[in-house]
């Protein structure tokens, strides 16, 4: 049988460029660039015993029947490696393969070394071919079944795997995963059905290689446009796969001191150049690390296990205290620098980049030439709020985060006439989280917005349901982070609440923080839209920040809510500043309330000094909707009864 070789040529020259290309760039030092390097040699291997099976084909004769089986029997080794290859390959792209135990690793490997035994039997048994005396080839008895059992098994095990392990997966990593499997099963389909007289697995097997590295694969996707070096994303790949291994990671991080005025400065251009200067200097001088460019100036040095990362620190630092550049125009950089141990134990990639990241913050604010450590204890910390982070996430999912309600008392008319939802939080895992710790972190991710409306929509759901005029309570205190108030969309998602619930905005009164006021433009615009619908606003917690007093004064507040840090520095003796403060606010017009109350004589001594209203433990701690709508109802008959007695 005379074959058509020119595809499987094809195929050859396109696997050889390939592998040139992949030898010629950079590799980083991860599983899956090395079983790429070897899916392209067994490509090549491939197609190169076929083509030559081929060639002894067209004159059987010439050559000895021991030579047609050593040339076909390479072949199908190759190719069965090849094929298996691409199912592990598949499996390490989910990143779950370590998950696998030992005896199912046996299982998935089980039929790979079933078909590669019976290759090397082949000549015994003519399961896949046999070569007759005359040197002519010729498909062995056991040929389509062997195929069929073995391709079903590797194409539907690792596209199921990876089905599977989806969410951890990209979605175009999954698309193309399935491209380059259904190419190679065409290509196997039609040259074994259709038509058996072309040589077509190896061009398409090879076009499925060429997915992986146009894609998945791909340099250009993990090197940094400007320096030159591998990128964050190569830094969080590598990391990835050492964390899912077990393999040691040891990490320096170097920081350059006010880069974005160094920017600003010299230009982005100019200072691109440097940094290409400088990337290329590390990597050519010091060798046992591999270096990554992070973003705003900063890169990550990853060591080999041998390396001495305190004298590749100190050989950074000495070089950093020189100008880099050109001669005419040299730059002078100042660095700081943290490291990560690789005796820090590290379970995930996020607690590396976030203690990396507090690392280098840390040093900057130290300002010495001290390399910062980071250190098992804080790793353990960023553990832990990472835990906290994600029970915020599946809290708002759920839609579990609630509100309690602490009574505000009113030092005029001896009664509470307000009270302040606040927010709560309570895990499965974790317990009760305070909000102290939560509200930060639900700032820093973006979440708040939903914190916020969850609460507000539960404090809308509690005046609707219950006779507030029946209460005593003229309004309730709901806090606006400042984040939310930096929205272009929170008064419309205000006053949409507020409308479904059929809510009388004036028994609503917003809490803003000095920490809000950073556009005071903007939120003077928002704080009067509200207002003229009837609500009110407060300002929470004076006395924790650093705004100015004028800008405070321009906003159209209606109440000041001192924070309990200054009420209990007054009362233990620390500051005496808070009688002026209530004073210097009670003549602007403001109504005055001290938080923080904890006793009777605090209570009598604010009353004194013109607090209108007081809060604090001394009343009442926040409580559940129900437990507050009785102790409301009881504090009056407490009252009516002491009023009796009078």
């Known amino acids: 049988m005379v074959w058509n070789v020119y595809f499987e040529i094809a195929a050859l020259m396109i696997s050889v460029v390939l592998i040139l290309s992949d030898l010629w760039k950079k590799h980083l030092p991860f599983r899956s660039w090395n079983y790429f390097s070897w899916l392209i040699s067994l490509q090549i291997v491939s197609c190169i015993m076929n083509i030559i099976a081929c060639g002894m084909a067209q004159k059987p004769s010439d050559y000895s029947v021991a030579s047609h089986y050593i040339v076909n029997m390479v072949y199908y080794a190759c190719y069965i490696m090849e094929i298996w290859s691409f199912a592990i390959f598949t499996i390490a792209m989910t990143g779950r393969s370590k998950n696998i135990g030992r005896k199912a ?9 079933v078909s590669f035994l019976s290759v090397i039997m082949t000549p015994v048994t003519r399961l896949f071919f046999y070569i007759d005396e005359g040197g002519v080839y010729h498909r062995g008895w056991g040929y389509y079944y062997t195929w069929m059992i073995f391709l079903a098994f590797y194409f539907f095990l690792p596209l199921s795997y990876a089905w599977f392990y989806k969410g951890h997966m990209a979605p175009r990593r999954m698309m193309y995963t399935i491209g380059f499997w259904v190419l190679s099963l065409t290509g196997m389909i039609l040259q074994g059905l259709i038509f058996p007289d072309v040589l077509l697995e ?3 097997n090879t076009a499925a290689i060429l997915i992986i590295y146009l894609d998945i694969q791909n ?5 940094d446009a400007d320096t030159g070096i ?10 990835d796969e050492k964390l899912e291994y077990g393999d040691p990671i040891d990490i320096s991080v170097i920081g350059i001191e006010n880069f974005p005025v160094l920017e600003s400065i010299y230009g982005r251009r100019k200072l691109m150049r440097v940094l290409h200067s400088i990337a290329d200097e590390i990597t050519e001088q010091i060798k046992g690390i591999s270096l990554f460019y992070m973003h705003r100036g900063r890169f990550a040095l990853l060591f080999e296990t041998s390396s001495n990362h305190k004298q590749i620190e ?18 002078t950089f100042k660095i700081h620098m943290a490291h990560l141990g690789a005796d820090v134990p590290k379970m995930s990639i996020r607690e590396v980049f976030d203690s990396l990241e507090e690392g280098l913050i840390n040093a900057e604010m130290k300002d010495n030439e001290i390399t910062e450590n980071i250190s098992a204890e804080r790793i353990e910390e960023i553990r832990e709020g990472i835990k906290v982070e994600h029970a915020v996430s599946k809290a708002i999912r759920e839609r579990r985060i609630n509100v309690a309600f602490q009574p505000i008392y009113s030092t005029q008319n001896e009664k509470i006439i307000s009270i302040e939802a606040l927010a709560r939080l309570e895990d499965e895992e974790l317990g009760i989280i305070e909000p102290e710790e939560f509200i930060p972190i639900a700032e820093r991710n973006g979440t708040i917005g939903f914190i916020g409306a969850q609460v507000f929509e539960q404090v809308c759901s509690f005046i609707r349901e219950r006779d507030m005029e029946d209460l005593g309570v003229k ?10 108030c930096k929205s272009g969309e929170i008064v419309s998602e205000l006053f949409n609440i507020m409308d479904r619930y059929e809510v009388d905005p004036r028994q609503i009164n917003f809490e803003i923080t000095e920490s809000a006021m950073t556009d005071g433009k903007i939120l003077n615009e928002m704080m009067n839209k509200i207002i003229e619908r009837g609500s009110t606003f407060s300002l929470d917690d004076y006395g924790t920040g650093y705004s100015n007093l004028v800008e405070l004064l321009e906003l159209p507040f209606k109440i000041v809510k001192i924070d309990k840090s200054l009420v209990w520095s007054f009362f233990n003796g620390e500051s005496d500043v808070l009688p002026d403060i209530i004073k210097t606010f009670r003549q602007r017009g403001y109504e005055i309330v001290a938080e923080g109350v904890e006793t009777h004589n605090m209570a009598e001594k604010l009353r004194d000094m013109g607090c209108e209203y007081l809060q604090g433990f001394y009343f009442s701690k926040a409580l559940p909707a129900d437990q507050l709508v009785s102790y409301v109802y009881n504090n009056r008959r407490l009252r009516i009864l002491e009023e009796m007695r009078l």
Do not use: H
């Not at 591998?230 to 990391?239: L, P």
């Not at 309004?475 to 939310?484: A, D, G, M, R, T």
């Open 475 to 484: 309004f309730i205190e709901v806090n606006l982070s400042p984040i939310q």
């Open 230 to 239: 591998y990128n964050q994303w190569a830094f969080g790949e590598v990391i």
């Open 314 to 331: 100190q050989a950074i630092r000495r070089r950093f205290e020189m100008p880099w550049g050109e001669d005419e125009g040299k730059v």
């Open 105 to 113: 690793w046996f299982i998935i490997a089980f039929p790979y070394l």
């Open 219 to 223: 340099p250009s996707q993990f090197t």
């Open 202 to 204: 190896g061009i398409f």
